[in-house]
């Protein structure tokens, strides 16, 4: 779909700052950060929504489990959120089914402050990159 933006950051076509790669699945910062970190993973190839195919969650699922895992190390989270939108109503923007990872800290617990983004999340985003990448 060459009019699908996540499509596009998979074929390469939009640079991203990928943390995960397999068959399957890629994962990227999110370049408008709710927290530091946060980051999407998604299935290469294209489907609106999870819920519009179960088999679509086993191609995320293991950039689900190791990026969330790399999130904690190299960024020192202690836990994460992990959620979809489906849907406009949801608040799903781009129509390329996708999992937010909202890496979390101390500093900011709970649901109440999911949704409140963190001042400074988005800067330096090359930094952060190079941060988690190592």
């Not at 293991?62 to 992990?82: D, R």
């Amino acid at each position: 779909m060459t009019d699908c933006l996540f499509c596009r950051i998979v074929a390469g076509e939009i640079p991203s700052r990928v943390i995960y790669s397999d068959d399957t699945a890629i994962a990227f910062l999110d370049i408008a950060p709710y927290h530091r970190g946060h980051s999407l993973v998604i299935p290469r190839r294209h489907i609106e929504s999870g819920t519009m195919d179960p088999a679509s969650w086993n191609e995320v699922a293991e950039g689900i489990t190791t990026v969330s895992t790399l999130l904690k190390e190299k960024l020192g989270a202690t836990g994460v959120n992990i959620l979809s939108n489906a849907g406009a109503v949801a608040g799903q923007e781009i129509f390329h089914f996708h999992v937010h990872i909202l890496p979390r800290y101390p500093s900011n617990p709970g649901m109440g402050a999911l949704a409140q983004r963190d001042d400074g999340a988005d800067d330096d985003l090359d930094g952060l990159f190079t941060q988690i990448m190592g």
